[in-house]
């Protein structure tokens, strides 16, 4: 309960206005109201962060897929997750000290068994290619690995510009990178990731204005948690949900996006949910 209370005291600024705008005019900005995202694709029976789990969730009918950016050395942005190589593709290199011929000849499928060998990991440039051919919204969640804000948000924003916005959601832990991307680009959708409650402090201030909070759904207890985001403005995306009873609960107290490992499975269990 104490966590709602931090948040709910908030002082007002000129950004909360800002980003209440954001939440009325979603559709204008081509925010899909669908309610379910594939967590890295299909990651629960594909590799993840790969086209192979990009299209299965496709295939299914999934209008959402969270994935990671993380930026090489060589300003590369690539579709990948952790900070080293070694557990999804070999070898045992920093992501800060690699360079894209160090992912290019990558094996990001085996890990996850021999039918998947071959599979390469994607470039954000590739993946954007991609979604421009499908019908589906890409949630990119931003890894600042080594610090090297500014330039993850110069050369995001760079990427950006040369293939287009449309339904984009920009997440990120670190806060530093949003403030300094929506300096850049005000024109994007903006969302804070937190693992820890103590972090929503941090949300509404003058120093940054996002859309929408991507919260571990742990952090959710009831529907009076989720009113409270909702009435300062602020979308709520719940992370990662792959218990079908638990999805039908947050759905039921409001939540706006929950992302899932095996999001078919979640929304089968909850079609007969209404959710207006």
């Known amino acids: 309960m104490i966590f709602w209370l ?3 005291h908030l002082p007002p600024s000129a950004k909360n206005v800002k980003t209440v705008n954001h939440r009325q005019n979603k559709q204008q900005q081509g925010i899909a109201q669908q309610k379910i995202a594939a967590h890295r694709g299909v990651s629960a029976h594909y590799p993840e962060n790969t086209f192979s789990a990009f299209d299965a969730a496709r295939q299914a009918s999934v209008h959402w897929i969270e994935t990671d950016v993380s930026m090489l050395e060589d300003e590369t942005l690539i579709i990948f997750h952790d900070d080293r190589q070694g557990r999804t593709v070999s ?3 920093l992501v800060a000290e690699s360079v894209w011929a160090d992912f290019a000849a990558a094996d990001a499928g085996l890990w996850k068994g021999k039918a998947f060998a071959g599979q390469n ?3 954000l440039a590739e993946l954007l290619v991609w979604q421009q051919q499908h019908d589906i919204g ?3 969640e931003i890894k600042c690995h080594g610090g090297r804000q500014h330039r993850t948000a110069y050369q995001l924003s760079s990427v950006l510009t040369r293939t287009g916005t449309d339904d984009l ?3 990120s832990f670190d806060l530093q990178f949003l403030s300094i991307l929506r300096q850049l680009r005000p024109d994007l959708c903006l969302a804070s ?3 820890e409650p103590v972090q929503v402090t941090t949300l509404l201030t003058d120093k940054i204005s996002i859309d929408a909070a991507h919260l571990n759904h742990r952090l959710i207890r009831s529907a009076e948690d989720v009113a409270a985001f909702h009435e300062k403005g602020l979308d709520v995306r719940v992370w990662t949900v792959n218990d079908a009873d638990r999805a039908a609960r947050l759905f039921g107290w409001g939540v706006d996006m929950v ?3 095996d999001p078919e499975q979640i929304r089968t269990a909850v ?3 209404s959710f207006g």
Do not use: R
């Open 6 to 8: 931090i948040f709910t």
């Open 91 to 93: 070898g045992d290199k």
């Open 121 to 123: 990991v994607p470039t």
């Open 138 to 140: 890409l949630n990119l």
């Open 169 to 171: 959601i920009i997440s």
């Open 193 to 195: 990731i937190h693992d």
């Open 259 to 261: 992302i899932s490992d």
């Open 271 to 273: 079609t007969s949910l």
